[in-house]
């Protein structure tokens, strides 16, 4: 019974609020056609009692005009015909009532005033001026004919009782217009204040999002001008060294060694502001691909092995459970290198990282722990953010933070989260945990 009252009323709100039309003349046009339609039913049915056919037939004209104004509206999108039909009639349909219904003892004066409030709702501003003059000529002839010319009007009513009767239906009729007409305007204008309020808001974060990606432009920009400015001037000169002098051989094997980190520093930079460039400024869609966590992970793990085998760093990779992902494979790798980077260069010469994979039910847990020098408290508490500023190594290898708030970016993009657990001179844990995205 409840569903069937909610199924009642939510069908008589869409005929009377054409809710999904942006346009709030077409929405109060649409009220008053249903408002104007139910109250000529009325009147059909009030002459029908009464017995006076020539109001009978009148009343069924016009729900039938209105019938037709309504289905050009709501089906055919023909607001401006309907507008025509509807303004071009009603006013000679108000003459004919006011005849017919015994003048200035009717209540034309309360449809004539209703009638006048909706054109003003829905024309342009320039008919105002014009529905103004017609609704006041149409008023003060007919008038001027019910009082002066009494005669020309044939008596309807056959009592009192039909008269105040009439006149009651009429002005209730009129009263439940006008309220309706106020409401659809005040609950347009509700609308449209929250629309307004919401593109706000909306252009606020829009604007503090391109102000933080502009700041974070200009730290790039310093990044690129200092920290891989540096290196490559050591290289060109270390390079001139080689080429100009007689170098002994343990001398050259040294320059050889620094110019491979050197390289290999400024490689590594290069690519994450390559990474976050690609994936933050230009919002880069992934390939998604399903494929198990071993296959993924271990030809990347292998590169790491003989990188961390230059520090006598050990890798031990295991898997509880070799879970199957559908996920964009490209953003995990990054975030998987990053984190498996980070663990080498804060870890001392002859350290463990040690890489655990395992899934439960929807989500893949993939953990990196190292025995490193680990995070100052302070640090912790905004390791992730984007703030971007040189940090140094077990091995003085330079970095710079990005790393760590890509991938705590992308693992939001991912549907997951990055956690980390570390204490000072007590190595760190990050824990990767992601949906398998299988569902």
Same mark, same amino acid.
Not at 311 to 335: G, S
């Given at each position: 019974?409840?569903? @069937?009252?909610?199924?009642?009323?939510?069908?008589?709100?869409?005929?009377?609020?054409?809710?999904?039309?942006?346009?709030?003349?077409?929405?109060?046009?649409?009220?008053?056609?249903?408002?104007?339609? %139910?109250?000529?039913?009325?009147? $059909?049915?009030?002459?029908?009692?009464? #017995?006076?056919?020539?109001?009978?037939?009148?009343? *069924?004209?016009?729900?039938?005009?209105?019938?037709?104004?309504?289905?050009?509206?709501?089906?055919?999108?023909?607001?401006?015909? $309907?507008?025509?039909?509807?303004?071009?009639?009603?006013?000679?349909?108000? !003459?004919?009532?006011?005849?017919?219904?015994?003048? /200035?003892?009717?209540?034309?004066?309360?449809?004539?005033?209703?009638?006048?409030?909706?054109?003003?709702?829905? !024309?342009?501003?320039?008919?105002?001026?014009?529905?103004?003059?017609?609704?006041? @000529?149409?008023?003060?002839?007919?008038?001027?004919?019910?009082?002066?010319?009494?005669?020309?009007?044939?008596?309807?009513?056959?009592?009192?009782? =039909?008269?105040?009767?009439?006149?009651?239906?009429?002005?209730?009729?009129? *009263?439940?217009?006008?309220? /309706? @007409?106020?409401?659809?305007?005040?609950?347009?204008?509700?609308?449209?204040?929250?629309?307004?309020?919401?593109?706000?808001?909306? @252009?606020?974060?829009?604007?503090?999002?391109?102000?933080?990606?502009?700041?974070?432009?200009?730290?790039?920009?310093?990044?690129?001008?200092?920290?891989?400015?540096?290196?490559?001037?050591? /290289?060109?000169?270390?390079?001139? %060294?080689?080429?100009?002098?007689?170098?002994?051989?343990?001398?050259?094997?040294? =320059?050889?060694?620094?110019? =491979?980190?050197?390289?290999?520093?400024?490689?590594?930079?290069?690519?994450? /502001?390559?990474?976050?460039?690609?994936?933050?400024?230009?919002?880069?869609?992934?390939?998604?691909?399903?494929?198990?966590?071993?296959?993924?992970?271990?030809?990347?793990?292998?590169?790491?092995?003989?990188?961390?085998?230059?520090?006598?760093?050990?890798?031990?990779?295991?898997?509880?459970?070799?879970?199957?992902?559908?996920?964009?494979?490209?953003?995990?790798? %990054?975030?998987?290198?990053?984190?498996?980077?980070?663990?080498?260069?804060?870890?001392?010469?002859? #350290?463990?990282?040690?890489?655990?994979?395992?899934?439960?039910?929807?989500?893949?847990?993939? !953990?990196?722990?190292?025995? #490193?020098?680990?995070?100052?408290?302070?640090?912790?508490?905004?390791?992730?953010?984007?703030?971007?500023?040189?940090?140094?190594?077990?091995?003085?290898?330079?970095?710079?933070?990005?790393?760590?708030? *890509?991938?705590?970016?992308? $693992?939001?993009? %991912? #549907?997951?989260?990055?956690?980390?657990?570390?204490?000072?001179?007590?190595?760190?844990?990050?824990?990767?945990?992601?949906?398998?995205?299988?569902?």
């Amino acid at each position: 019974m409840g569903s @069937l009252l909610e199924n009642i009323k939510k069908q008589v709100k869409h005929l009377f609020f054409w809710e999904k039309n942006p346009v709030m003349e077409k929405q109060i046009f649409n009220a008053t056609l249903v408002i104007v339609f %139910l109250f000529i039913l009325l009147l $059909a049915l009030f002459n029908l009692i009464i #017995g006076n056919p020539i109001l009978l037939g009148l009343s *069924l004209f016009v729900a039938a005009e209105l019938s037709f104004c309504y289905y050009l509206l709501r089906k055919k999108n023909k607001y401006k015909l $309907a507008y025509f039909i509807f303004g071009l009639s009603i006013y000679p349909i108000m !003459s004919l009532g006011f005849f017919y219904n015994d003048g /200035i003892q009717g209540p034309t004066i309360y449809i004539l005033l209703l009638a006048h409030l909706v054109i003003l709702s829905i !024309s342009t501003r320039g008919g105002l001026v014009f529905w103004t003059m017609v609704n006041g @000529l149409f008023f003060f002839t007919l008038y001027y004919v019910g009082i002066f010319h009494d005669d020309w009007i044939p008596e309807m009513y056959s009592s009192n009782e =039909l008269i105040f009767l009439d006149h009651i239906l009429t002005y209730l009729t009129a *009263l439940a217009g006008i309220t /309706i @007409l106020v409401s659809t305007l005040k609950k347009f204008y509700r609308s449209q204040k929250n629309k307004v309020k919401e593109k706000t808001n909306e @252009l606020i974060q829009l604007n503090r999002s391109l102000t933080k990606t502009s700041a974070q432009k200009d730290k790039i920009i310093t990044i690129i001008s200092h920290d891989l400015k540096n290196p490559l001037q050591s /290289i060109m000169q270390t390079l001139e %060294l080689m080429k100009n002098g007689d170098l002994p051989p343990d001398e050259v094997e040294f =320059l050889h060694e620094e110019l =491979l980190k050197i390289t290999s520093r400024t490689y590594s930079m290069m690519e994450n /502001i390559l990474d976050w460039s690609s994936f933050e400024l230009k919002s880069q869609s992934m390939r998604v691909k399903e494929i198990r966590l071993k296959s993924l992970l271990e030809d990347t793990t292998e590169i790491f092995r003989a990188i961390a085998r230059q520090k006598q760093i050990t890798i031990d990779l295991t898997y509880k459970k070799d879970p199957l992902v559908k996920i964009e494979t490209d953003r995990l790798l %990054l975030i998987y290198r990053n984190l498996v980077q980070n663990a080498i260069k804060f870890t001392p010469s002859g #350290g463990t990282v040690t890489v655990e994979v395992n899934g439960s039910g929807k989500w893949v847990n993939i !953990s990196i722990q190292d025995n #490193g020098i680990g995070i100052s408290e302070e640090r912790l508490q905004k390791i992730f953010e984007q703030d971007i500023k040189s940090t140094y190594g077990t091995a003085q290898e330079k970095g710079t933070g990005m790393g760590l708030h *890509l991938c705590f970016q992308n $693992a939001h993009k %991912l #549907g997951g989260q990055i956690e980390v657990k570390s204490k000072e001179n007590n190595g760190s844990v990050f824990v990767l945990t992601i949906p398998n995205g299988l569902d």
